[in-house]
């Protein structure tokens, strides 16, 4: 397996950024700002991973994404560990992700690595997202912020 930076942002791309982020505005906006990494593995694209600086010494996971085939072997919890450790070096303070209160897996998978949650933004998805998204047999409506100092 192999993390690289992407050169350039291609549909196989977009495929993985919108299974984590339905918002393809937003997307394409932040994918400009930010860093992109793949995950190559058999020769194929199997993740992404977008870090976006937001304040000073702080650095977001903004967007991370795994092909269904190969989500459950490791590769989201190795991405993760990547930006914990491509922060440090690049002197971050902080590390930042947000999800959704309704996914559950992301939740304790972020949790697993370190992340305690920071705070709430309230209604985001739903001031955000022009259509509603179900998860877990609940309507999305909540952010949960997590972070960890590096
Ligand atoms: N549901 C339940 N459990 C999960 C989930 C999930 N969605 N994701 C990870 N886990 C658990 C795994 O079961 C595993 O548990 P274990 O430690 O007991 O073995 C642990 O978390 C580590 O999982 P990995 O195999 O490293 O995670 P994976 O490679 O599947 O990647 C990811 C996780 C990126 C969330 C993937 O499921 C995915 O692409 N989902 C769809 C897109 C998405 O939701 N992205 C995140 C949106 S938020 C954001 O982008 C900032
Ligand atoms: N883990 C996963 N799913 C759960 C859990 C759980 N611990 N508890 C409930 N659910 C889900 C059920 O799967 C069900 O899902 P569905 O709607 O898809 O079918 C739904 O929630 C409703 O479940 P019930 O069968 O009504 O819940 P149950 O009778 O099991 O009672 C309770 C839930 C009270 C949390 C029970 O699991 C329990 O006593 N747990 C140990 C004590 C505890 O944790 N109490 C809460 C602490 S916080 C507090 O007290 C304020």
């Known amino acids: 397996m192999m993390i690289r930076k992407i050169q350039e942002i291609q549909s196989l791309h977009y495929d993985l950024l919108q299974s984590a982020d339905p918002d393809h ?3 394409t ?11 190559i593995l058999n020769e194929q694209i199997v993740g992404i991973l977008v870090l976006l600086p937001t304040r000073p010494e702080t650095l977001e996971i903004i967007n991370i994404a795994v ?9 989201g919890e190795t991405m993760i560990h990547f930006a914990l450790d491509h922060a440090k070096q690049n002197h971050y303070k902080t590390v930042e992700i947000g ?4 996914s559950l897996g992301q939740l304790y998978l972020y949790q697993k690595c ?11 998805f739903v001031r955000h997202y022009k259509d509603e998204i179900v998860e877990n047999k609940l309507i999305l409506k909540d952010m949960v912020r997590l972070s960890q100092d590096v």
């Open 99 to 102: 999800t959704g209160s309704t």
């Open 114 to 124: 370190g992340f305690r949650m920071s705070g709430i933004d309230r209604d985001f």
């Open 25 to 27: 505005r937003l997307v």
């Open 67 to 75: 092909s269904d085939h190969y989500q459950g072997q490791g590769i």
């Open 29 to 39: 906006e932040y994918v400009k700002r930010g860093v992109c990494f793949e995950v």
